[in-house]
């Protein structure tokens, strides 16, 4: 099967839209990137990959969610859709399949 | 608490710059995250990380969120798109027939008169361009310094020519001309066939000059000392047809010649309008221009690439110096392409073109082709109200802003196309005229790469003009307004097409009023007495190339006229006094003279009986007698010159020397006008030379024209049986001075007529258009008792005022540029008012009795049925 290409943030991003489980929006993804990655990006940076990854059709996203501290703004809240999932899956999956490839010595720090 | 704000100025930034379909979630997310980053590392770092933030997502680094679609649009130039856009449009031109019909007529009229006057607006501005050696190819330029005014020729001695070749480095090539001072007649098999077109060339002509062979060689053409070339159509019409015309013999005077090749006619373009070339080996005047006091030839020298002109120029001075030994000469050097718009010089055999002319022209056709796109504009947009409802529910199905503006664009160039179609026949049906009226041959040659550029410029100018803002405006139409009903125009859209209106009928009414104007300072030259009488009178020239026995031929032929029945009488002076172009100026002496006051004068020379044949005045003195022997030395002033000259009274009696004699001024002649309105009367010494008299007048009584000119003829070829005879009569030849003026003002008349007509349509369909959206409105007026003429007054004023508005604005301009003009007449007419009145009243009553056509059905129209139908 050929899988659109997921680059490395994409893939971050959306393992952030995973983790955060329907709560995910701009603000949320980029202080969970933060705080579980210790990665400052800009709000730009994080706002064209999620519309990326929706064009990819990796994030469905709908608006909701006013609050005042937004001055009443809706937010644009993302969930990850079942191809998502599927492509994260295949992705460890692989990653996997390839680690047990690995001979174990190959991965040795010399000297430790 | 309330939450810190970041900078109010970046918001705004984020506001005006970020794509609006992100806008709300990307500013919320960032007030949001102002807030968590204030509260964690202060005002000072939050406001930076807020700045940096708002940047990001700012173009060019935002990505744009596509828009989801729902529904399947096609692109915007898709072959289907392109396939609706056809139809709708030739539906829309059908269902509005009255209205296609006055844009197609307008614009088809317009884009015809616009592209014939372009084209000769071109011609004028692309002179002797095609020439491929045009930039490196100048002519010597001779300018003498006599008295205050310097003479300029175009003319250069042969020598000069042949000296510039073997002494001055950087020419390349030197190739002169030289146009006989009389009409050639040539004998083929027996014919006599006189050709003003003739010159004398140099056999590097050909390769100096651009011309296209048909037949014969162009290397070797006028090799030979007895060669002769002519164009397609001179040999077409002295042999059938080109082919058979090489190697025929054509017989000048005594000289057989050869027909060696035949070219292309010339190109309207070229200032060289010569259909037989002589090489200039056997030119028998050719002896005599051996010789550095004859200015006969007009010289072309190629420079080698880098040469500079102006040092050339120096160096043909020093030629002068040298051979000549005459200082007061300067050589100058005038590029090939600007000689046909310089008109310093004095007496340039080629053709000339007046600058402010062209542009005036071209700007008149510009400004008709505005005129024409108006029309379409404001068909248009009166019709949007129309149109709202199909722009309302196309935008509702999905069309976008886009696509309705391709579609109303491909409205207004496929009127733009249909009406090129018909312009084109209009210009081939018009372009004999056209071509008799200026004199060149155009052709709709469409293998021609200019008349292509300007059709499609002018195509696309119109489609511009015309297309652009209707098609805005209409696809900006806005379906909510629009299908709630309602007025969808704002008063601003009916001001605009008013203003265009005005400027429709402001441009007519100038060219009204240039009209008018053209025209009476042309009936002014015509009726205003010159000071001669000019009816009745022909003239004849005297052969220059008979020699010594010219002046016997002369007396003799003037001797059997005056035996003829009919002829009133007979005289023979220097030139015509048409236009006499004879001055001199040096060998003037009176008493009292100013040291150094050396003043440039006509002369005229005259005889006893001239008077009497011209009907001149005499304010003082007497005229020349046959019986005075001495009158031969005796000069005759006219009331300039003994103004100008400073003679003092009494002038009759003072001596006088002229031409190296010295005699009396016997009489002062009464001012009279020898040369065009366009300039001041000179002052003009006539004297008594019968050796000075080429130029034959003879006075008829009315009615005898014919059997007196078949009898000349006769007698002149007593004399002159291989000349053939050629006169003209006075009033002709007057006539021909305002010649530039006639063809103007017919010109303009043309132009006047045609915005008029164009604006009028407009008028027209906008009248129609306004009667019948106020159907209604005049039905209920007339149930509540208004009058026919009430209703039609209501529905005219509208109109009336805009023209009277056009008329205020057209009234400065056209008095200006009318002043300009008559500038150039030293004796004219002032402009009346009453042109105004006159352009205005013709302006007001054409758009008066355009719309009352309409405005008259609608008054008359029962209102019962207007009111009826709902």
Redesign the interface.
Known sequence: MRRTYLGEFEEIVLLMVAILDGEAYGVSVSQELERQTGRLVTFGAIHNTLIRLEEKGFVCSELGGATTERGGRRKRLFSITAYGSRTLQDIQQQRSQLWQLVPPTSLKVSGS | MK?PTPPRWAQRLLTWLHPAD?L??????????Y??WYQQSGKRQATLRYL??V???LPP??????RKEDFYQPYLLSPDMIRNYLKIAFRNLWLNKLYSLLNLTGLSVGLAASVLILLWVQNELSFDDYHHQADQTFRVTNTLKVSDEPWVWSNSPLMLGEAALREVPGIERVTQFKKPWQALAFRINNDLRSEENAAFVDSTWFASFDYHFLLGDPKRALDEPNSIVLTESKAQNWFGEPAAAMGKMVRLDSLDMVVRAVVRDNPPNSSFRYDVLLSNVQNRERSHDENWNNFNYQLFLQLKAGTQPEKIGQQLTQLYHTYKKDSSITASLIPLRDIHFNTTFQSDSLPKGNRRTVTTLGLVGLLILIIASINYVNLATALTSQRAKEVGVKKIIGAGRKRLFAQFMTESTLLTLLALGLALAIIRLCLPLFNNFTGHQFTLDFQNGTLWLLLLGSIGLTILLSGVYPSLLLSSLEPVKVLKGGNVLSSKNTHFRQGLVIVQFTISIILIVSTIVIFQQLRFAQTQDPGYQREHVFTFQMPYSAGASTPNNRDFIKHRLRELHGVVGVTSANQSIVDLQSKHSGSLKWEGRPEEYEPTVAQFSVEPETRSVLGLNLAQGRWFQEDMKLDTANVILNETAVKTLGLKAPVVGQWFEFQGRRGQVIGVVKDFHFRSYHQKIEPMVLFYNPGWQMQVFARISPGAAARLLAEAERIWHERYPETPFRYTFLDESFDRLYQAERKAGQLFNVFANIAILISCLGLFGLATFSAERRTKEIGVRKVLGASVTSIISLLSRDFVILVLIALALATPVAWYAMHQWLQDFAYRIDIEWWVFVLAGTLAVGIALLTVSFQSVKAALMNPVKSLRSE
């Open positions: 939450s992100t709300e979630e990307v500013e919320g997310d960032l007030q949001e995250l807030t968590y940096l933030n940047l990001s997502v680094f935002v990505r744009q969120r596509k």
